[in-house]
């Protein structure tokens, strides 16, 4: 028997790439699942239905991760581009390279502008769950 919660990647890759019904349902049986039309809406529909619950799961769980990462894979593309501009010779394309480091930098900056404000709330967070579980305590 096939589990949906196996599926509901590939489901949501359909959705994603925008295909067809015909289009969903060969792609699903490409990737190992052969389903009816009536299942994939079925499917799709509890997969829309659920997305608040999906989204609550990555900010709960998934979103410090992918956030670090992608601050982990702008440094390395920024350091790469250094590595280039060194051992380049050719002025234009040195210029292109310091272009592309410019650039990058409007992408760098914001996700240290969130990490702040997310160590910000946890800090005010944490202290304000002390104060109450220190208000919470009996006084002897």
């Known amino acids: 028997m096939i589990r949906k919660d196996s599926m509901n990647p590939f489901i949501i890759q359909t959705i994603v790439m925008c295909l067809s019904e015909k289009e969903s ?3 699903l049986k490409d990737k190992g699942f052969e389903i009816s039309v009536p299942y994939y809406y079925k499917l799709k529909k509890n997969i ?4 608040f619950d999906r989204l609550s799961l990555i900010a709960k769980t998934q979103f410090v ?22 051992e380049t ?3 234009f394309k040195k210029a292109l390279i310091l272009e592309k480091i410019a650039e990058l930098q ?3 900056s914001p996700y240290y502008d969130a990490s702040r404000y997310i160590l ?4 005010k967070s944490n202290n304000q769950n002390e104060t109450e579980k220190n208000n919470s305590l009996p006084v002897i």
């Open 89 to 91: 010779k050719d002025t």
């Open 120 to 123: 910000e709330n946890s800090i």
């Open 65 to 86: 991760d992918q956030h670090l990462e992608r601050i982990d894979q702008l440094e390395l593309i920024n350091s790469e581009y250094w590595k280039l501009y060194r």
């Open 48 to 51: 829309q239905q659920s997305r």
């Open 106 to 108: 409007t992408y760098i």
């Open 25 to 27: 349902l060969a792609y």
